[in-house]
């Protein structure tokens, strides 16, 4: 029976002007509304949970890139070359040069609002991460990085009067006209009703798709949104295959109310060997002979996650499935000179570093691809921006540790005073009848029975982490997509209502809607790609081959994804 006479989504619209609307408010978007604003524009910045405690950003606990040449002599370009070489050949080199010379920048913009980089000797301090050719990596505390970035990104919007900021506002569409982005049209989770934004450019920064796997380090909004409105506007996406797992996330024991991915600081500060069941060491084994383990890391995170996987399958895994982290070796005090009260909550869980190991296992952390942008950050539909995780590109098959909050600062300006300057030369695109198809849709809700939307969330997960995880086979990838295509038929093409003001089960319907598309667009891309390359790997088709130097795109046509191939990028030259 239809709802529609009890859906708040039926009734009249509510209606918002802006200049600029900035989908998301994790760092990258927040960054992107001040520099909006800076620039003179009106911004709306609309977040589906709380402004500036969703996203990825929050969650970070660790250290961002940046050639900042404090301690140690540096330059962009020796952090473009060590980001290009992680990319193995596929990162679009304008958008990686943009992170790496603009990165300084953004990082002492952040200084002088009182961010708290670590600092010795009055110098902002850094460590060495894996990949980079010397210590590149700032932080504020190793374990607070992120909530401190959020927390100053915050203050500084909370004197930003020209944005407004808007929670709790689920996007359903981008709206276009005459090949312009125009708007959106929004769900207002707590009263459910249909909102229309008027914007003279959009920027999407809804991060990336790593909740849409079993195991990972994402907040749960993190399940690709952003990919499956950029590509209904008709945007195109770029590297979707390319997933990357972190391969120390915690395992076993329980660990209550703490980061899954909280054992890489340890790592950097005091050192930690990696065993296997037989407590032997290692990682040099899936190295060449040259390289030595000083207890820190040997492998980039793609490598680690093969070698941990590579050992469990040999049967030499952990109980729990993964390989230990042990910390055994390191004096007790010197832990707790380092991470003291961290050691304090670790106890609480029954977890003492210095009598035993933790196990770990790879976990989702990062999507590399996403949504496809010139130099401007802008999509090849007019006025529609991306930057943060949500853009594609910039780290080809494989991130540079560090570089993601780096990103997040460098493009969320860049696509920000980019919208603005649009917004504020063009004239609006908009009518109601951009909203169109979006409200037909919200009024096609039914209350009918419908399956188990919770289940099919589980469902989803579960074949994305054991048939589009980190190690790949064309079988594994077929009934991966199939298993989509019959999750996508059961959900079926009209949402599904419970009919009161916060309608989860809607909601459930929204998410599920994107996150089947985007799957989707992993899984057939993965399948296309017959090497093994970065954080890519198929088991079938072990080696990299050079005739696949080449980035996938995916885009949607007539409800249909289409699959392209283009060179990589090599333009530098940005205006």
Same mark, same amino acid.
């Given at each position: ?5 009890? &859906? ?46 969703? %996203?990825?950003?929050?969650? *970070? ?35 990686? *040069?943009? $992170? ?52 100053? $990104?915050?203050?500084? $919007?909370?004197?930003? @009067?020209?944005? +407004? ?16 982005? =125009? ?62 797992? !972190? ?28 065993? &296997?069941?037989?407590?032997?060491? !290692? ?37 729990? @499935? ?8 390191? #004096? ?7 991470? @003291? ?45 991306? =930057? @943060? ?8 098959? &494989?991130?540079?540790?560090? &570089? ?60 994305? *982490?054991?048939?589009?995880?980190? !190690?790949?086979?064309?079988?594994? $990838? ?7 295509? +019959? ?14 003001? !916060? ?31 970065? *954080? ?22 007539? %409800?249909?994804?289409?699959?392209? +191939?283009? #060179?990589?990028?090599?333009? +530098?030259?940005?205006?």
């Amino acid at each position: 029976m239809s709802s529609s006479e009890n &859906n708040a989504a039926t009734d009249q619209p509510m209606h918002l002007d802006t200049d600029v609307l900035v989908i998301g408010s994790g760092a990258a978007g927040m960054y992107a509304a001040l520099e909006a604003a800076r620039a003179g524009a009106s911004v709306i910045l609309a977040e589906r949970s709380l402004i500036g405690r969703g %996203g990825a950003t929050v969650m *970070a606990q660790m250290t961002v890139a940046a050639a900042l040449a404090e301690q140690t002599p540096d330059h962009w370009e020796h952090h473009l070359s060590d980001t290009l070489a992680a990319g193995r050949g596929l990162c679009d080199e304008g958008l990686a *040069a943009l $992170l790496c010379e603009d990165g300084p920048r953004r990082l002492r913009e952040m200084d002088d609002w009182k961010v708290g980089w670590a600092r010795e000797d009055g110098h902002i301090k850094q460590a060495q991460a894996p990949g980079h050719d010397r210590p590149r990596c700032a932080y504020v505390d190793f374990l607070s990085t992120g909530p401190a970035v959020s927390r100053a $990104l915050r203050s500084r $919007l909370n004197s930003a @009067g020209a944005v +407004r900021r808007i929670g709790e506002l689920l996007i359903v569409e981008i709206s276009v006209r005459d090949g312009q982005a =125009c708007g959106a049209t929004a769900l207002h989770l707590t009263t459910g009703r249909a909102v229309t934004l008027a914007a003279k450019a959009v920027v999407i920064a809804t991060g990336g798709l790593t909740g849409l796997y079993r195991r990972n380090s994402a907040s749960s909004n993190m399940v690709g949104d952003g990919y499956a409105l950029a590509l209904r506007a008709g945007a195109e996406l770029i590297d979707m295959e390319f997933v990357q797992f !972190f391969p120390i996330g915690h395992l076993a024991p329980r660990l209550v109310g703490m980061d899954p991915i909280m054992w890489d600081p340890f790592r950097y500060k005091l050192g930690g060997k990696l065993l &296997n069941a037989e407590m032997r060491e !290692f990682e040099t084994d899936y190295v060449d002979q040259d390289s030595r383990s000083d207890g820190r890391y040997v492998l980039t995170r793609d490598l680690a996650t093969y070698a941990i996987t590579k050992e469990v399958e040999a049967g030499r895994g952990s109980p729990a @499935g993964g390989a230990y982290l042990s910390f055994q070796h390191v #004096p007790e005090a010197e832990m707790r000179s380092a991470f @003291g009260p961290v050691v304090d909550r670790l106890a609480a869980n029954g977890i003492d570093l210095a009598s035993r190991p933790v196990e770990v296992a790879p976990i989702a952390h990062y999507h590399m691809g996403g949504i496809r942008v010139d130099s401007m950050l802008q999509t090849r539909v007019a006025g529609l921006y991306a =930057c @943060g995780e949500a853009v594609g590109g910039a780290n080809g098959a &494989n991130r540079l540790s560090g &570089n993601a909050i780096t990103e997040a600062f460098v493009f969320g300006a860049r696509a920000g005073r980019n919208a603005a300057q649009r917004a504020l030369q063009a004239s609006s695109h908009w009518e109601p009848q951009a909203a169109r198809p979006a409200l037909d849709l919200l009024r096609s809700t039914e209350r009918r029975d419908a399956p188990n939307l919770a289940a099919i969330v589980v469902e989803l997960k579960a074949l994305m *982490a054991d048939g589009v995880g980190p !190690f790949r086979t064309a079988d594994k $990838l077929r009934l991966a997509a199939q298993a989509i295509a +019959r999750l996508k038929t059961e959900i079926g093409q009209s949402p599904v209502s419970s009919a009161t003001p !916060f309608d989860t089960v809607l909601v459930d319907w929204l998410d599920l809607r994107n996150m089947l598309l985007v799957a989707q667009s992993v899984t057939l891309a993965a399948l296309a790609r017959t090497e093994s390359r970065g *954080a890519h790997q198929r088991e079938d088709h072990p080696a990299l081959d050079e005739t696949w130097s080449v980035n996938q795109t995916v885009s949607l046509s007539g %409800g249909q994804l289409h699959l392209g +191939r283009s #060179p990589p990028s090599r333009q +530098r030259t940005l205006p």
